[in-house]
Nanobody, 120 residues
Framework: VQLQASGGGLVQPGGSLRLSCAAS????????MGWYRQAPGKQRELVAS???????NYADSVKGRFTVSRDNGLNTVYLQMNSLKPEDTAVYYC???????????????WGQGTLVTVSS
């Protein structure tokens, strides 16, 4: 299973970006999907997650500004980021818990990371 993230870049404070992450491989089912981020010198933290049924969870720091969504048919998770702040600057990683075809249990997979820089 591979997760391919895209959509990062440089944006001014107050701007918007949309991240996408598509999973591919021998996928039977994807359970939770989400986004984490890691800023320089800091630990990786959860940004937002979404269950297969669409229930969402957000870090307090992004509530009201970020929206996580998914397309189960495309095995893709999205993160719409609005009103971006300099403190949102980080490498963003997508995550998915995947049950592969033929497997007995789900496993956690990570994307390669995409850099988001918020700066004027």
């Amino acid at each position: 299973v591979q997760l391919q993230a895209s959509g990062g870049g440089l944006v001014q404070p107050g701007g918007s970006l949309r991240l996408s992450c598509a999973a591919s491989g021998r996928i039977l089912r994807i359970d939770d999907m989400g986004w984490y981020r890691q800023a320089p010198g800091k630990q990786r933290e959860l940004v937002a997650s979404i269950t297969r049924g669409g229930r969402t969870n957000y870090a307090d720091s992004v509530k009201g500004r970020f929206t996580v969504s998914r397309d189960n048919g495309l095995n893709t998770v999205y993160l719409q980021m609005n009103s971006l702040k300099p403190e949102d600057t980080a490498v963003y990683y997508c995550n998915a818990r995947v049950l592969e075809i033929g497997a007995s249990y789900s496993m956690n997979y990570w994307g390669q990371g995409t850099l988001v820089t918020v700066s004027s």
